[in-house]
């Protein structure tokens, strides 16, 4: 049932560091992309960062110079370290990934049950 499992939340002061990780199970194959989403209360669900399978990389203007994702092709994991974090990135952050059940041809948008993440000043 679970098909992306996330890791890595928790509270944390300004200034500290996270990292989450997200590991696609043996269920999902040719994913492509990878990334990460965030939440905050009342706020529309947005795009933190994602990954390609050939290392291109995207991030919210918000997030850049601060977060890096990075991804392991092998595992099917995609990762998402966070430094310098800022009340402002209090959210529930949730993995996504692009990809397709192994005895089908059509692809999925994949969800993560989504990990919390605070940062308090």
């Known amino acids: 049932q679970v098909q992306l499992e996330e890791s890595g939340g928790g509270s944390v002061q300004a200034g500290g560091s996270l990292m989450l990780s997200c590991a696609a199970s043996r269920n999902i194959v040719s994913v492509d992309p990878m990334g990460w989403y965030r939440q905050a209360p009342g706020k529309q669900r947005e795009l ?20 890096t994702i990075s991804r392991d ?28 059940p192994p005895n089908l041809t059509w692809y999925y948008d994949y969800w993560g049950q989504g990990t919390q993440v605070t940062v308090s000043s």
Do not use: W
């Open 48 to 67: 933190v960062a994602a990954i390609t399978s050939a290392g291109i990389t995207n991030y919210a203007d918000s997030v850049k110079g601060r977060f």
């Open 73 to 100: 092709n092998a595992k099917n994991t995609v990762y998402l370290q966070m430094n310098s974090l800022k009340p402002e990135d209090t959210a529930v952050y949730y993995c996504h990934a692009y990809g397709r």
